[in-house]
């Protein structure tokens, strides 16, 4: 793994061991949910020939926490890929993401879910976050948000199955020599819908977000020209679907809600609390667009 060892916003620890092995490191508070992480990384599978999942060499579990051991990958980021690629490689990307995406959502079970799961996750997270010094700005947008939810239907189908749980460009590494795409850092989901991983692509697509909490210099223009593209993509294949319709806009808000009490960087709070509120302090994430 080429990238540097940034901590991002999960706060586990990274570091080289010998071998050419990176081992990932919780406290001891958050070992449960990294040791979950783990094995959801361990279990999953992608039929798709250019994507693999990170291999997961050694786990353990002492007084210290949780930590598991990875392969140190000799591959590119996001950013590094992006700066590099020519206009074939970019579209090839977008591509397969599209075509991975429709192997989770066909794979999925459309389930019933009751919406109280939903509105208990977003009231939990808007609690959390009343305190912030930004509050009287996203307190509008939290809500709309909150009344959406209320008004929708007491039960909903929702394809229900893989997903990875944090899809954002960050966790994918891009080997360049095979033409593989490597996914890493999965997350252990409340709901485990292939429509999370839609709404994580759009918290990447709208606020360009590997390319935000990098330290790594790079085109950050070029970035967010190809996360356009990215974007047009995604509702050009998905936005005709009526569970996307339906839910992207509240998932991709909740999505962007749910980062904020984890955030240190306040750049990174205030792009996500402009994405927000929006240019004229209302609620601004509109849902995948209705086509006829």
Not at 38 to 63: E, N, S, T, W
Not at 284 to 292: G, H, I, T
Request: with cysteine.
């Amino acid at each position: 793994m080429t990238r540097p060892f940034e901590g991002g916003q999960s706060g586990y620890r990274l570091r080289l061991v010998d071998a050419g092995l990176v081992e990932k490191h919780s406290g001891s508070a958050d070992g449960d949910r990294l040791e979950r992480q783990c094995a959801k990384q361990r279990a999953f599978q992608v039929r798709h020939p250019h994507f693999v999942v990170g291999d997961v060499i050694h786990f353990q579990r002492d007084a210290s926490g949780f930590r598991f051991v990875m392969p140190h990958y000799r591959a590119d980021t996001a950013t590094q890929f992006i700066d590099k690629a020519r206009p074939a490689e970019v579209r090839r990307f977008i591509e397969c993401l599209g075509e991975l995406l429709d192997e989770l959502l066909h794979t999925s079970s459309p389930l019933p879910l009751a919406v109280d799961i939903l509105l208990s996750k977003s009231e939990d997270t808007i609690r959390r976050i009343s305190g912030a010094s930004w509050w009287a700005r996203v307190r509008q947008p939290c809500l709309a948000h909150l009344d959406e939810l209320k008004r929708l239907p007491s039960t909903l189908l929702l394809p229900l199955g893989r997903c990875h749980g944090d899809l954002t460009l960050s966790n994918v590494l891009f080997d360049r020599a095979s033409g593989r795409f490597i996914l890493l850092d999965f997350l252990d989901s409340y709901l485990e819908t292939p429509l999370l991983d839609l709404a994580k692509l759009r918290q990447e697509t709208r606020l360009s977000w590997s390319s935000l909490i990098t330290k790594a210099t790079h085109d950050r223009m070029k970035y967010r020209q190809v996360m356009a593209r990215l974007d047009a993509h995604m509702t050009e294949r998905f936005g005709r679907r009526d569970d996307v319709r339906l839910l992207g806009r509240i998932l991709e808000t909740q999505t962007l809600l749910r980062l904020l009490p984890y955030v240190r960087d306040d750049a990174v709070a205030e792009a996500i609390v402009g994405q927000l509120v929006g240019s004229r302090g209302t609620h601004s994430l509109s849902p995948f667009p209705n086509r006829n």
